[in-house]
Structures are given as structure tokens and as C-alpha cells.
């Protein structure tokens, strides 16, 4: 039954998308640009690689290559699951939506699992672009630590993207999750620059952020290689993240979903 509701969801969402074709296109092109961007950049610092890069090679274009290709990906767990419930919203179809024999957590994980995979292919466009046209090498890769920690960073910025979901039910506008959550990590989490750079109040900061814990640990993973075992600080904390955000987001989306029935807002946008 999961199996079967899992795939309509998925034709539903492939049907709509499939309709855009040249949106679908220039999305693979764009994403290519931030690359060339920081190839360059990486270029200008040759010759001048900072200590902090010692744990990643000491070579910044393969550091950043990591960090903004999954930042992409992680931010459709962040943002997809309030953006379905908005779109619902100005279609006028949310209340038909939830009204299905399926549990409100459900609909709003299957409404997003289209997304989640499609950005997957997205994910190793860029990184199988960066490898054969720019040079970076993921020879050492171990694939299970990555896919390890590519699920638990997911299962835990899904719950966070849930919990923003519940907000958007409630709020219609305004949702301060997406708003700080997304911010923050992309600026603070470790994307673009080391955090050990960062001074120690934000470095306090970024210890709360799953992406600090899961780009690190990927950094390991795909540029020295490093196993489960090595890695085993990361996984527990990414662990104690999904554990917890992914119940509180699926239960806070039901209960925003109950008070939105009983209010009568649900269509409200």
C-alpha cells in the first residue's frame, strides 16, 4: 500500500514537472556557473593554501565542489516540504489533498519524495561534472560513509522542513524555520569556507546546525576516504538530530493540519 501510494504521488508530481521541459534544462545549466565561479577563485588562492584546508587535501575548489553541490541538495529538505504546502494553498487543492485516507505526515513526506529524487540525479550531475570537466578528485570516495551520512543529514533537515510546512499550515506567510534554518546553514554550516576560520561565538552557533556535522563528515567521506568507524562522532550526532527533529516535524504538521480542519482555514492563503 505504501509502495502504491508512494508512486502516484511521484506520477502526479512527474506529470507536472514534465511540462516545463526547458525549466528542467536550464536548471542543469545554472547549477554548473557557482563551479566555474569557485574553479577561478580556487585558481587566485593556488599556492596560498590556508592550514585550515590541511584535513581536505589542502586544496580549496575540491572543499567548496562538496560543500555547495550538497547545500543544493539539502535545501530542498529545508524548503520543498513548506513550498508543496504553499503551492496546495494557491491551488486550492490542499484540504482534497489531506482529505485522502492517508495520515497528514504521510502526504506531506510522499508529496516531496519526486523532488528528493530528481535533485539526486541533480547531485551527481554536479559532482560527475566537477570530477571529468574541472578536475576534482573523488577516487578515495567511500560510498557507503556518503550515503550513511547523505540520510541521516536528510532525515534530519527533513523534520526541520517539516516543522516549516506546520508553520506555512498555520501561518500562510511569515515562516521564521525556513527563514533562519536555511540562512544560517548556508552561511554558518561550513559551505563555502572552513569553520574552524569562524570566531568561537559562531563557531557555538554552527555546532547547532546538522549541516556543520554532515559536510565535514562528507568532506571526509568523498576526499580521504574515511569509513563508518572514522566517522563515528559525526554519524552519532546526525543520528540524534533525525531522531528527533523528524517525529516533533511530522507530529507538528499533524496537529497544525487538525487545527487548521477545526478552524476551517486549511484553503485560507
Known amino acids: 500500500m505504501f509502495a502504491l501510494k508512494a508512486w502516484e504521488f511521484f506520477k502526479r508530481d512527474l506529470r507536472i514537472e514534465s511540462s516545463y521541459k526547458a525549466a528542467f534544462l536550464f536548471e542543469y545549466a545554472t547549477s554548473l556557473l557557482p563551479l566555474l565561479t569557485f574553479y577561478f577563485v580556487a585558481k587566485l588562492l593556488r599556492g596560498n593554501s590556508a592550514s585550515s584546508l590541511t584535513p581536505y587535501g589542502g586544496k580549496y575548489f575540491p572543499f567548496v565542489v562538496v560543500g555547495v553541490a550538497f547545500m543544493q541538495y539539502f535545501t530542498i529538505a529545508l524548503t520543498n516540504f513548506a513550498a508543496t504546502i504553499r503551492r496546495s494553498q494557491m491551488a486550492g487543492c ?7 485516507q492517508t495520515s497528514p505526515g504521510m502526504v506531506i513526506i510522499l508529496s516531496s519524495a519526486y523532488s528528493f529524487l ?5 547531485l551527481v ?13 573523488f577516487g578515495p570516495c567511500n560510498f557507503l560513509s556518503m550515503a550513511v551520512i547523505l540520510v541521516l543529514t536528510i532525515a534530519s533537515l527533513s523534520g526541520l522542513g517539516i516543522l516549516s510546512a506546520a508553520f506555512i499550515v498555520v501561518m500562510k506567510k511569515g515562516d521564521p524555520i525556513e527563514w533562519f534554518i536555511g540562512s544560517v546553514s548556508s552561511m554558518l554550516g561550513g559551505a563555502l569556507f572552513p569553520v574552524s576560520l569562524m570566531p568561537e561565538w559562531l563557531r557555538m552557533i554552527a555546532a547547532l546546525l546538522p549541516t556543520t556535522y554532515a559536510l565535514e563528515a562528507l568532506r571526509q567521506a568523498m576526499l580521504n576516504g574515511a569509513s563508518i568507524p572514522m566517522l563515528w562522532r559525526d554519524v552519532l550526532i546526525l543520528g540524534a538530530f533525525a531522531v528527533v527533529l523528524l517525529p516533533v516535524g511530522v507530529w507538528a504538521f499533524a496537529k497544525a ?3 487548521g480542519r477545526r478552524d476551517g482555514t486549511l484553503m485560507h492563503y
Open 94 to 100: 490542499l484540504e482534497a489533498m489531506l482529505a485522502a
Open 118 to 122: 530528481v535533485k539526486l540525479f541533480h
Open 125 to 137: 550531475f554536479v559532482l560527475t561534472a566537477s570530477a571529468l570537466l574541472l578536475g576534482v578528485n
Open 257 to 259: 493540519v487538525d487545527k
